[in-house]
Every structure is written in structure tokens, then in C-alpha cells.
């Protein structure tokens, strides 16, 4: 595999210098519908890269209820946060759009990490890309109807398969929400009687984005254009000038120790 071979946007980013710090141990994976790839509480063992599909980040309550925080598609990383501190993980991640992924063990990636700039650059953007959706998704949740923040989701998962049919049940639905199936039920109704559903099938959902997008709040629309925004700053010449300065950084600390 080479960087330019990835569909993934962090990995496709990387120069190969950088992107051979991984690719020994990197593997394509196939993402199973509703696979779980971490469990909180866990140790994180593997860093997964999502090539297709679409993996929703959950917040499990003591009470067994559960919520999204985040969605990731090839945008972004599983598991990479770990590089923040040894802890277990704080998130479930649950496959919720089929597709495929790079995995690579932890334990190599915290090595490539703490060596390349390139890398440690990535995350930084992917760091940056979540805490978007952490910021203004709890501020939605807070704020705006469960109809608005269904269709809101519904539109991420869209984001990231590029379909109009979503692999979705109204199960998945409840848990991503945070609310009760026959709330799911109710809400499917009235996006249906709007045009914004055109079917709903066992498993799969077809919508039309146009009137999704209508019913929906503004925080689709602000999350994917400042990630978007994120990723538009020219990555690869910072890659470069942070590779350059470190560079710079250790031959002025040699040069102090002669």
C-alpha cells in the first residue's frame, strides 16, 4: 500500500517518508456492519483508518442508555487519540456503514508518531475535526429538536458513503439519538410525510437530502464546512515546514552541545 493508494484523507496526506513508518504493519480490513472496533474502557489495541463507511463514536451511560458524539468516515481516525495518554478508551466506536479500513497496531503508530511531524500533523487536523463536532453536536443536543438532530445524522452518515440509501434501522437510530425506538418510529413518520424519507426499508433508509437537509438544523451544515475548512489549509507544505523545523531544532541543539 502507498500513501497515494489510500482512501483515507489523513493517510493520503502523508509523504512516503512518513507513510513508511506505518505501512509495515498497516493491513486493509473490511468494516462488518455494526462491528464494534474499541469498547469503552478498553485498551486501545489498533488505530483504524476508514477508507468507506461510516463509524459513529458512542457515550455509553450507566443506565445502559447510549449517544453519538461524533461520526467518522475516511476523513478521520479510530483510536488515534490514545496518542493524548495511556488510558483506556473513552468511546465505543460502532460500524454503522459497511466499508473498509487501514489498521495498523498501536504500538506502531505511537512509534511513528512520536517520529514523524507528518503524522503528528495528521492528528492535530483530526484532532481539530472532532472537537468541531464535540463542540457544536453537544450545543445541538442541547438546543435542537430530536426531529432536527435525526435528520442532522441521517445527513453525516450521507456525508460519508456518498449514497442515498443509509444501511441504517431504526435501532441504530434510537442508540445514536439517545431516545426510545418508538420515538424513532414517530419521528420516521413525520420525516416521511415530508418528503424528506422516501422509503424505509428493513436496514436501509433512502432519503432525499434536498428536504432532509430543510429538516435538519444548521449544525450539519456549520460542522461539515468548518472540517471541511480544517482540511483546506494546505497540509502537505505544513507537513513540510513542521518536518523542516524539527530539523532546524535539532541541529541548533547539537550544535549547542559542541
Known amino acids: 500500500m502507498s500513501?497515494?493508494?489510500?482512501?483515507?484523507?489523513?493517510?493520503?496526506?502523508?509523504?512516503?517518508?512518513?507513510?513508511?513508518?506505518?505501512?509495515?504493519?498497516?493491513?486493509?480490513?473490511?468494516?462488518?456492519?455494526?462491528a464494534v472496533l474499541s469498547q469503552a474502557g478498553d485498551r486501545i489495541e489498533h488505530v483504524f483508518f476508514p477508507h468507506s463507511g461510516?463509524?459513529?463514536?458512542?457515550?455509553?451511560m450507566a443506565d445502559g442508555r447510549t449517544v453519538a458524539t461524533a461520526m467518522i468516515g475516511r476523513e478521520g481516525a479510530v483510536g488515534s487519540l490514545s496518542v493524548l495518554g495511556p488510558s483506556p478508551s473513552a468511546i465505543t466506536a460502532i460500524v454503522r456503514a459497511a466499508g473498509t479500513a487501514a489498521r495498523v497496531p498501536a504500538s506502531r503508530f505511537y512509534a511513528a508518531?512520536?517520529?514523524?511531524?507528518?503524522?503528528?500533523?495528521?492528528i492535530q487536523i483530526h484532532i481539530r475535526a472532532i472537537l468541531v463536532q464535540l463542540q457544536l453536536g453537544s450545543a445541538c443536543n442541547a438546543l435542537h429538536p430530536v426531529e432536527a438532530r435525526m435528520a442532522r445524522w441521517l445527513l453525516q452518515v450521507r456525508d460519508r458513503i456518498d449514497d442515498d440509501v443509509l444501511p441504517l434501522t431504526q435501532q441504530a437510530l434510537s442508540q445514536i439519538l439517545g431516545v426510545r425506538r418508538t420515538t424513532v418510529t414517530l419521528l420516521m413518520r413525520n420525516l416521511r410525510a415530508s418528503g424528506?424519507?422516501?422509503?424505509?426499508?428493513?436496514?436501509?433508509?433512502?432519503?432525499?437530502?434536498?428536504?432532509?437537509?430543510?429538516?435538519?438544523?444548521?449544525?450539519?451544515?456549520?460542522?461539515?464546512?468548518?472540517?471541511?475548512?480544517i482540511f483546506s489549509t494546505k497540509p502537505a507544505r505544513s507537513y513540510i515546514m513542521a518536518a523542516q523545523d524539527d530539523r532546524r531544532m535539532s541541529g541548533d541543539e547539537s550544535g549547542d552541545a559542541a
Not at 493517510?11 to 517518508?17: N, S
Open 3 to 34: 500513501s497515494s493508494g489510500t482512501g483515507n484523507r489523513l493517510l493520503a496526506a502523508l509523504p512516503p517518508a512518513d507513510f513508511h513508518l506505518l505501512a509495515p504493519e498497516l493491513e486493509t480490513i473490511v468494516l462488518g456492519q455494526d
Open 54 to 60: 461510516a463509524i459513529s463514536l458512542m457515550a455509553d
Open 113 to 122: 508518531f512520536s517520529r514523524s511531524p507528518a503524522i503528528r500533523h495528521a
Open 196 to 229: 424528506a424519507i422516501k422509503s424505509d426499508r428493513r436496514g436501509h433508509i433512502e432519503i432525499d437530502p434536498t428536504r432532509l437537509a430543510a429538516a435538519a438544523c444548521e449544525c450539519h451544515d456549520n460542522i461539515r464546512l468548518e472540517v471541511e475548512e
